[in-house]
Nanobody, 117 residues
Framework: QVQLVESGGGLVQAGGSLRLSCAAS????????MGWYRQAPGKQRELVAT???????NYADSVKGRFTISRDNAKNTVYLQMNSLKPEDTAAYYC???????????WGQGTQVTVSS
């Protein structure tokens, strides 16, 4: 019912920047939470940042001050601007959408971010 397509992953040097995008399509309800999660090999998937439809934002402590999440409701798109990247940020990054009232979760296929030291 909802499809999420991510883009923007790649290889970057430590200290560099990268911008991820996630476009949603399908049966999207206006009241929702969109966000980014990441998973490194051998580790559990963890929250990076979320943003609600009315603009409330939450960041993981490890990325606070370096990453910025934003969304364009007219385009049904969420962005993640990543600055001052560290090798520890290397992971597969997944886009997520959760309908607030139904609790339904939707996930993108993931995009790889690799930070070289």
């Amino acid at each position: 019912q909802v499809q999420l397509v991510e883009s923007g992953g790649g290889l970057v040097q430590a200290g560099g920047s990268l911008r991820l995008s996630c476009a949603a399509s399908g049966s999207i309800f206006s009241i929702n939470v969109m966000g980014w999660y990441r998973q490194a090999p051998g580790k559990q998937r963890e929250l990076v940042a979320t943003i609600t439809s009315d603009g409330r934002i939450n960041y993981a402590d490890s990325v606070k001050g370096r990453f910025t999440i934003s969304r364009d409701n007219a385009k049904n798109t969420v962005y993640l601007q990543m600055n001052s990247l560290k090798p520890e940020d290397t992971a597969a990054y997944y886009c997520n959408l959760r309908r607030r009232r139904s609790g339904e979760d939707y996930w993108g296929q993931g995009t790889q971010v690799t930070v070289s030291s």
